[in-house]
């Protein structure tokens, strides 16, 4: 069974950093493109980042020059480094695995449970 476990998430104060990790077991994901999602309490799940195996990567533009993903195939494991926080980045953060380098939640196949990040003002 494939699993994404997401960890790191937390409370912090606005302009801090935290940093997401998602262990993938049960099969590599290194082929695949690797993407974090968020879902704020009433709105829609939203696209964050996405990275390839070779290590392109695609942001949001709500978050772009803030927030890096990177990914560690050896260790099947996939960061999402977020820093000067704002309270409107609060949402339950998700890691996928995706059959497509895109910003699109449908490319993304397996989705791990999710790990609450809420930034206070």
């Known amino acids: 069974q494939v699993q994404l476990i997401e960890s790191g998430g937390g409370l912090v104060q606005a302009g801090g950093s935290l940093r997401l990790s998602c262990a993938a077991s049960?099969?590599?994901?290194?082929?695949?493109?690797m993407g974090w999602f968020r879902q704020a309490p009433g709105k829609e799940r939203e696209f964050v980042a996405a990275?390839?195996?070779?290590?392109?990567?695609l942001y949001a533009d709500s978050v772009k020059d803030r927030f890096t993903i990177s990914r560690d195939n050896a260790k099947n494991t996939v960061y999402l480094q977020m820093d000067s926080l704002k309270p409107e980045d609060t949402a339950v953060y998700y890691c996928?695995?995706?059959?497509?380098?895109?910003?699109?939640?449908?490319?993304?196949?397996?989705w791990g449970q999710g790990t609450q990040v809420t930034v206070s003002s």
């Open positions: 996928a695995a995706g059959t497509a380098f895109s910003t699109r939640s449908y490319d993304y196949g397996t």
């Open positions: 049960g099969r590599t994901f290194m082929s695949y493109p």
């Open positions: 990275v390839t195996w070779s290590d392109r990567t």
